[in-house]
């Protein structure tokens, strides 16, 4: 990327480094025409920063010796922290930085054990999943600490020592290059045993695609890459944000869609100027499905229609376990309209719905509903999950009452309102 390397050092202390040190792994030029030993990842390199990260901050997780941190400060990053767990390999690395004259934090960090204190706009986890014990905490903890893009280089179960044990297992050659399109997690053995090192999970791309994209609602799209590297492959996941989520929030038939409606067209005005919601701005409109089509990363403003019961006989069973409501996260303003309306014309509404006639397992999921309308207690307890877990995530809580015509509702109005549920 850059012919000359302006240093400090002279070239018999760099010769000296080299001698002393073994560095290897990743290959680093040096002053003077010098390198550590190591593969050559410049390939690597174009398609990880082949968008750009200048003025942007860089986390390098399990950074090695350093060389994506450089290759992050020469594209003008404005800040690169590399994280690892292993003191030699940081001192190397510290050692490079200054030779190579940069400035790059480096901390020694376990991922999986030590918390993260700060947000970076970039990450990379390259070669690292599979060391990991627990590596789908460590996406989670990372996704966390990322406004804009984690970008990963992964280790398949048709890449080098999985294949081997594949290959030992009786998988033929042919098996082994098919399983990569399935979404499969291969397990590996206890190679520390016997090899020294040690290699535990190796996601297929359709393994991480359906973890990012599937299960968790928090990246607008994920684009995959070969390597060039030990036959691994790149994923680059874009996060979203929203600038002002408004959340509508309501059990099922409770009357989201007319509210939304309603509000679109300029017909609540009250209510709209509480919510700060002004229809003429440029909206879109979405909810827990249609939003995985929106391949856009930043969304200025975005209406969400939720609804409150899809925590309700799913597997989920509370709001922080929901992809649907991942969303929240991306945003940095939080608004939650919470619908209030009589359980009985709730439950009109549904036996309507059942009268129509619908498949098999519909109808169970309008009859689970309706016995909820019906048990006022356990009602309650819905929506009073919902509130805290809103609390907790900072959300701004607006109450309408969508019984009949809408109107807002104070706190302490729905607090009776839920109450009286749980008297009845
Ligand atoms: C295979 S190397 C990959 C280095 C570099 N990311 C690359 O692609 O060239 C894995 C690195 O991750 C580090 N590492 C492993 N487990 C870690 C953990 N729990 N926290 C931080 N670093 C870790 C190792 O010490 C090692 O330097």
Redesign the pocket.
Known sequence: MINRIETSWTKEQVQDLIKREKLA??KIDLPYGLSTGGKD?SA?SAAVFADEVKGKSVL??????G??CHEAVRRGASRVVG????EN?LRQAGLVADCLGMDIEFRL??????KLTEQFDVT?????L????NPIT?IDKVIAHTRERIIL?VASPSSARPGKLLKSMGASWWARRRLDRLPLIVVGRDWAVNRGNEQKYFFTPSALTHLLMEQRGSFSRLELKTSG?KKRYIGVAWKRHVGYLLIIGGTTSSGKSTLISRLKQGKLPEVAEAIDMDARDNWIYTDAVRIRNIETENIQKAVYHYDLLRTFKSDTYTYSREQGIDVLDCADKRSAVTIWCDPDVMCQRQQTKLRKGMRHWRERRVKDVLALYKDGRQLAQQYRKWIAYCRQKHVQLFFVDCTDEPRLLTESEWDKKVKSLERA
């Open positions: 792994y990743q990842r690597t390098d997780v399990g950074c090695f010796l060389y994506f994280i690892d767990v292993d390999r960090l376990d991922i999986e054990q030590d990379l986890m390259l070669n690292v599979h060391h990991f014990r460590v280089e590297f």
